[in-house]
């Protein structure tokens, strides 16, 4: 199982970022994948998660309105939108499935928010 995710990101305030995450070694659509984040300094937050399967998303209260998570059957690839980026938003972003108890990560993402 690997999850490969998209490269570091600089952005201005306001701005929105897309982070993607392609898997591979194992069928797509049957996990949820889970998007969580880590701001310096911080622990480990949850923003959101999708089950590739029919769509479905589930979001943390804390960023409704701003996360879109979407996945790409035909790519095996999932896809994380945060928008009205802040300078709190600076973190690094992991996508993580969890098969058979077992959770894999992604290898994360920086996100950097700075004018």
């Known amino acids: 199982v690997q999850l490969v995710q998209s490269g570091a990101e600089l952005k201005n305030p306001g701005a929105t970022v897309k982070v993607s995450c392609k898997a591979s070694g194992y069928t797509f659509i049957k996990p949820f994948i889970n998007w969580v984040r880590q701001a310096p300094g911080q622990g480990l937050e949850w923003m959101g998660r999708i089950d590739p399967e029919d769509g479905g998303t589930k979001y943390a209260q804390n960023f409704q309105g701003r996360v879109t998570v979407t996945a790409d059957t035909s790519t095996s690839t999932a896809y994380m939108e945060l928008s009205s980026l802040r300078s709190e938003d600076t973190a690094v972003y992991y996508c993580?499935?969890?098969?058979?108890?077992?959770?894999?990560w992604g290898q994360g993402t920086q996100v950097t928010v700075s004018s």
């Open positions: 993580v499935t969890i098969i058979s108890d077992f959770a894999y």
